[in-house]
DNA sequence: GCAAAAGTGTTCGGACTACACCCATGT
DNA sequence: ACATGGGTGTAGTCCGAACACTTTTGC
């Protein structure tokens, strides 16, 4: 790298105040959950600053002394109240024009979440926070339409090739529930009677020898994931072609 | 996002110097190429700075008016003299402490290359720059060794669901070399009979009707990359498991 | 002739598709 | 009875793995 940088100053004093943000990065989040047979993505309103009134993707400020995934946690949390959620990170969006008035080059997080086990608690700067379906989507701040597709793209990619609805199913659901997981993200419809078959030669998923309760047709079979086969095949990478 | 961030002097002062850099944010560059049946690495070896003397990937600092791409471009030619390269982004690297004396998150770049068609002229701030067996790699300043790592996971996941090659191999080549090729990235030996039909039921290669020249053995056909099925394939993403 | 790589053929089993069909439950 | 979703069966096809085999060329 350039050694004719100079740190001198700026980075000393930088280091004196620990709550000091890093200009020219920040963080957003792409929050994706599973409800009532619709994928669903976590806004924020903004409450204050240039954006006020608008919405968009969770987000904010690195500190300067901060991981990158810690700030995003940070910000998920304080700005949502989501908080313990796995994320993985995208990729840097950073057009020199992304952001009015000045340079600013966002990483952008991703994450598959269960809103259910989530209570929202708009806070810091957001003045609202709300699951917004994914075909019924406001207009967003900065470049952040891009940025969802962006996550959305990967997340149809992700789904052929890793398994999926760990974190966006509860925990014991059934064969159509993850049929319809996989119709929503894939934008498809199935076939029934394949997709379990194909299912359940994974060794994915574990019979509960549970029914479901109060429906009024056929109880369907409770199922819950096999965490070590779920990890393995995570890990590995697999082939779901439909 | 935060208003309250302060924007005023800082700014202003930075937009009237376009060469100024942006504080705490680089770009490092994975290259890989292919040579003899061999995966290699693109290194340079810093001619100044506080890595003087040591092997790492090539990059440097992105300018205040800059895209990110450009930012990779412009550093990689004028290190090794490597230019016009499809260059893909991989992922940030932020941790705290993956810099000495002050903090810098990265932002890793990744590309394909023919180094037979490029002559390596060491530039700017590198001493040196040279291709390296995958196999029999320095050790890397700074984190470089795990990014260039994640660099390695990150073809070796992308070779299995998209066509390869068409960047690492000469125009015309024989199935033996694509061959060579993905059991050099997979770190696998493929049965020959089988790898060939694969190959060939994509419709991925044409003939070119052309020999091979002065080999010890029976000359292999040439073929090329049709273009226009490699992008659509590109595009949808395929399977290609061993 | 022999080495080395090119290239073809054949068998077998597993996996995916498409669709018909029966089962259980609430109204 | 019938609507709704749960769940099984099956015939046909395609594809990939394994491996034996023939062809071409230089030495």
Known sequence: MDSKTKTGQNFISETQYPDKIIEALSIDCVIFSFKNSHLQILL???GEG???GKWALPGGWIKYNEHLDSAAYRLL????GVKDVYLEQLQAFGNTDRYPGKRVITIAFFALIQSENYELHPGFTAADAKWFDIQQLP???????????????????KVRHEPIGFNLL????TLLQLQELYEAILEVKLDKPNFRRKIMKM???????????????????LYRFDESVYNRLKKEGFNFEF
């Open 44 to 46: 924020v309103k903004h």
């Open 50 to 52: 240039i954006g006020k």
């Open 77 to 80: 949390e304080h700005l949502t």
């Open 139 to 157: 207009d967003l701040l900065y470049d952040h339409n891009r940025i969802l597709r962006f996550g959305y793209e990967y997340l149809k990619l």
């Open 170 to 173: 509860p925990e014991k659901f």
């Open 203 to 221: 060794n994915l998923i574990i019979d509960c020898k549970e029914k479901q309760q109060n429906v009024s047709h056929r109880a369907a079979n």
